[in-house]
Each structure stands twice: as structure tokens, then as C-alpha cells.
Nanobody, 124 residues
Framework: QVQLMESGGGSVQAGGSLRLSCAVS????????MGWFRQAPGKDREGVSS????????YYADSVKGRFTISQEYGKNTVYLQMDSLKPEDTAMYYC?????????????????WGQGTQVTVST
């Protein structure tokens, strides 16, 4: 059974940084995709970043490109989202998600396993 546990959220001032972690069990990060999503109050959930383990492709939403970095730490079966130059509009609940099906390119609609989320709040 695939289980995901996020950590690392918190409150930070604009311009600051946070690193989110997603510990994965029941699924070895050698194929498929991992993704980070976020949902702000009153808004739809949006895909922020993803990584495919076949081909090592990463993807970033335009709103975070150049500021966020997704990475994997081998041996710990953990995925990270480094968030720099944070803005108030980055405030949201952040979720990690897994799609264990081997894919060369991730698909936002294919993520079927979700963590509980971690809150990120960016103040001015």
C-alpha cells in the first residue's frame, strides 16, 4: 500500500524559503512519477511540479518556474520541493502525490496516491 507523508510546511515572510519533504512507503522511486500540488482557499487544486523517474524529466508550473526545485533523495525514498523566493500567492496547502505506473512523461490526472498535505503560508 502506497503511503505518503508530507512535512516541512510553515509560515515564512515573502522572499523566504521552505523545503517540503514527502516520505514514500510502499512504492520504490525508480519508475513512475511523483508530483507536488497545491490548493489555496477558494481555488482549484493545481499541479506545481512533477518528476518522472524514467528519463528524469521534471516539470514546473509557470508560476513557480525558476523558484521551486523538485528532487529525489536516493536511499531515503523521499521527494523534496525546495521553494525559494516565496510570494504571498504561494500560500496554500501543499500535497505530494504518486503515480507508480512507469511513464516517461507525467500526467497530472494520473496521480492516484496522495498525502495529507502541509500548509505553507507566506506573509508580506
Amino acid at each position: 500500500q502506497v503511503q505518503l507523508m508530507e512535512s516541512g510546511g510553515g509560515s515564512v515572510q515573502a522572499g523566504g524559503s521552505l523545503r517540503l519533504s514527502c516520505a514514500v512507503s510502499g512504492y520504490t522511486l525508480r519508475s513512475g512519477c511523483m508530483g507536488w500540488f497545491r490548493q489555496a482557499p477558494g481555488k482549484d487544486r493545481e499541479g506545481v511540479s512533477s518528476i518522472s523517474f524514467i528519463g528524469r524529466r521534471t516539470y514546473y508550473a509557470d508560476s513557480v518556474k525558476g523558484r521551486f526545485t523538485i528532487s529525489q533523495e536516493y536511499g531515503k525514498n523521499t521527494v523534496y520541493l525546495q521553494m525559494d523566493s516565496l510570494k504571498p500567492e504561494d500560500t496554500a496547502m501543499y500535497y505530494c502525490a504518486a503515480d507508480p505506473v512507469p511513464r516517461a512523461r507525467c500526467n497530472w490526472d494520473s496521480f492516484g496516491y496522495w498525502g495529507q498535505g502541509t500548509q505553507v503560508t507566506v506573509s508580506t
